[in-house]
């Protein structure tokens, strides 16, 4: 019983930083077609963000959030206007915008080891304590992430299904030409949803901070790779299958790292993404009209 | 030879008075400056070359978009390292059984990736990079003892030293070991360059190219896709896997650094910059982000910026490298000839019209 | 004589510096269907990407109710009432029929109305009611063709341009789209309607163009069309 509820309250947090993290990284391959590297940098920007303004602005803590948001917006922005309008109608952008954002997130955390130094910080926006269910805690942080990255999913979901601006980023995705000759501005569909992205990594990074990694210019690294395996099992753009597979792989890394050794996390994710991806190519739930040549 | 003629030279001709023009200039080198700081940094720059130029076959060629490039490397420097250390055989052997252990990872990479595509490729091939990283670096269990300190398998976060080295400062002395492994290194750089060129002029590289410009095409074709993914993989493995076992050598310490994130970005750029699917794209972009580092050197902090702030410049920007930037100059300078010959002919017919 | 609703001067574009269309000029009166026929790959979906701004022109103009549309973007182009329904299903494949139709009145002037021109648009294809709910990828080749002129419609434009309505689709299908036409001819909306065959459309249109290797190469009424289309066909060495 205490094994089970060990792997459980470990692969639930787990599983909200998964999750956290892939939401705002299947959002943008699904949409634009972009995989994004600097995702893993984004999310430390979101946590310094928090923490200048709270730390070094002397705002209340709650304030941290709006602060993220705020940085996210601005990330989104620069990333829009520096990158991905220039490359969006070339051809090859799957691969230029790879390695163009793989180039962003190094300039981005040279320039966080700069300011901020490489020293591992405390996020001041978090909730300490938990429940504790038969001699087994459940950090309250551990809900919040949860819930946060549920409210995202459901918000984002009611966004894009419902409201006219989320028809035309679904209708962009899924038909760039069809949808211009409607009169969508795919223009400035791409800069909303870039800047959705930014705003959505940056809260994902105050809370994975405050949560289990500290804050420092790698702590977005490790949940951006676990949340690419978790985005290529899901399949690339697909929201809803993106958290639950983020919940599923958390629950299979928790009873490896219970059971075999805490080393075996990632290679096992790697073997599930390997045997998913030869079965099927494009995730089990991914969507293959996103695909442009 | 006039510069009309070295124009309108066959690619394969002009490759060979290209390659024999910078051969000549490293053969020069040593005899010019031998300094410790200059060897050092040359045989870097050849180590760097020979990992872009087969990088360039499998991500430029045959426009299969692998991250793996490192870890094949990497698997090449540790084979080689671990058996000399543990079996205390040769490193000139091992660098070979390296170089075939790379061949063997490469083809699982190319074989796994098969049936994906752009990003799912870099997905998986990247993932593939981690994950011997953080096997590497959470190696604890103690594998032998050298006196009471315990050692793992791997070696763990400090790497592995201590297995050897080629043996130069026995055969050339203390002063002259550098200039050894100088020419080994120019050697090994040389051969990997050959080999590129042999497959992107001969008619594998035909069927790469067919296959990365119209992979449906290419099948309908007869191009068998399984199969020259596989060997494209494998092939560009061999040689990575060597430079691996080679830096082992020359370093004489191997460990999981090399397989940082910051690392592969150094390369990506140094192949961007040069000219993705150019053959003669790595070893120039190899030579100009070499020398924008050691200018950057002044302002150390600012280098990685520096580095990835240019890939995002030639990316969006000048997407066929300073290769493709060269290409187009000679093109248009072919076209003002022809233009200027053509139309001295023309006041030539009037002349004698 | 009507006021010209779309006037075409003398435009010339292509891909890659090889040119497809040459020279061409054509008008489309207000109220007005206008025909453009011509064996496949000569020019006839070019010509309606370059008037929806999808492909920039080397040289000429276009202009429609005064506004010349060079350099404009194909959204803008959209906004001044220039609807492409392009060849093929370009519809969304992954959102219902009544979200895909939804999408066609995105432009604000048409989304004021949303309830008037789906009322309308279910009038003319009940299929679409029925089938509301259900993803797009899943209708039938006649139903999509449907949803793609509906949600064209949806956009309330004031010139409509259809390419090929008729490509692949079974003759009771075709029937049941030109009904659809005719009865929008009724309603005095401005068409342009691209076919590689004549025979559907003579009913139909008021004026009729040839297009052929870029060029267009004959300009007339239907009746005049009927009179000479041997010649016509043989000239052209294809069936119209």
Known sequence: MEAFLQILFSGLTLGAMYALSAVGLTLLWGVVGMLNMSQGVMLAIGGYASYSAITYLGLPWPLGLPAAIIGGFITGLVFYHVMVRWMYRAPAFEVNIIIATVGAAIVLESLMIRVFTGYPLDQPFSLPGGFRIGGIQLPFQTLINLSVAGIMTLGLGWLLRSTRLGRAIRATAQRRDAAQLLGVPVARVYLQVMIMAGIIAAISGVMLTA??????????????????????????????????????????????????SARFGFPTMLGLAIVVLIWRPYGLFGQRTVERS | MNGAGFIRMTPIRRDIAIGLFFLAIAIAIPFIDSSRSTMTQVILLFIWASIVTQWNLVFGVAGIFSLAQMAVFTMGGYTAAMLSLYMGWSLWLTSFLGAFMAVLVSGIIGAATIRLRGAYVALLTIGFAVVMQVLILTDSD?????????????????????????????????????????????????LGTIFALVIMRGPFGYAFRALRDNANCASSQGINRVKYQILVFALSGFFTGLS?????????????????????????SMMVVGGLGRAWGPLLGCIILMFIDDQLKVYAEWRTVGTGAITILFIIVFRQGVAGLIEQLWERLLALRGARTAGASATNDKATG | MTEASLNVDAITAGYRGRPVLRDVSLSVPEGKVVGIVGPNGHGKTTLLRCISGMLPLSSGQIVFRDRILKGLAIEKIAELGVIHIPQGDLIFPDMSVRDNLLMGAYMPAAYANVEQHLNAVHDLF?????????????????????LGIGRGLMCGGRLLMIDEPS????????????????????????ILLVEENAARMLDLVDDIYLLDHGELVWNGTPAEF??????????????L
Not at chain 1, 233 to 242: E, M, Q, R
Not at chain 2, 153 to 159: E, I, L, Q, R, V
Not at chain 3, 179 to 188: F, H, P, S, Y
């Open chain 3, 226 to 239: 009927e009179e000479r289309q041997e010649v016509l066909e043989t000239y052209l060495g294809a069936d």
């Open chain 3, 126 to 146: 009940p299929v679409l009611l029925e089938r509301r709910d259900q993803i797009a990828s899943t209708l039938s080749g006649g139903e999509r063709r449907m």
């Open chain 3, 167 to 190: 490509l692949g689709l079974a003759p009771i299908v075709i029937e049941q789209i030109y009904a659809v036409l005719n009865e929008l001819k009724r309603e005095g909306r401005t």
């Open chain 2, 142 to 190: 103690c594998f032998f003892y050298r006196g009471v300190t315990c050692y793992n398998f791997t070696g763990g976060s400090s790497g592995l030293s201590q297995f050897g080295d080629f043996g130069f400062r026995d055969w050339l002395g203390y002063k002259q070991s550098l200039v050894g492994k100088y020419y080994l290194a120019l050697f090994l750089l040389v």
């Open chain 2, 244 to 268: 691996g076992a080679f830096y082992a050598g020359h370093y004489k310490t191997i460990g999981p650094t090399m397989l940082d994130l910051s690392v592969l970005l150094l390369l990506l």
């Open chain 1, 211 to 260: 949560s289990v990694a500290n804050l420092s210019p790698y702590a977005g690294t490790n949940p951006m790779l676990k949340a690419f395996f978790i985005c290529a099992i899901a399949g690339l753009g697909n929201i809803p299958a993106a958290v639950g597979a983020s919940l599923i792989l958390a629950f299979i890394e928790g009873s490896i790292q219970y059971s075999v």
